[in-house]
């Protein structure tokens, strides 16, 4: 099982990135995806997270700017990125998980049984 995390750098305020989640090693239709980052001195919190029948949960912070979704012919889930503030800044990973996404499940570590390496983004002001 691998999760590979990329298009993650640095941009100036009021950018935009568009992270990647590429799976492989299991069967990627059947998981939910979820996004978490961990910025320096602080807990990991979770993002954003899209069931496997396409669901999409964020964390207040983001909602209006962050876009998830996925591609099962890609084996790949997105973050699309906007109007980024310095405050978004840090190591962000994507999550494998066969449990069905909650309103409040899809933003819990254990939820998820499968773990990318994790991109940073830094957002410059």
Known sequence: VQLVESGGGLVQAGGSLTLS???S???????AIGWFRQAPGKQREGVSGISSAGR???VDSVK???IISRDNA????YLQMNS?????TAVYYCAASLIA???IS???DRTYAYWGQGTQVTVSS
Do not use: M, Q
């Open 101 to 103: 996404l909650g309103s």
């Open 84 to 88: 980024l503030k310095p405050e978004d």
């Open 25 to 31: 090693g299991f069967t990627f239709d059947d998981y």
């Open 64 to 66: 209006g700017r962050f």
């Open 106 to 108: 899809w933003a819990r």
């Open 74 to 77: 890609k084996n790949t889930v």
């Open 21 to 23: 989640c590429a799976a």
């Open 56 to 58: 999409t949960y964020y």
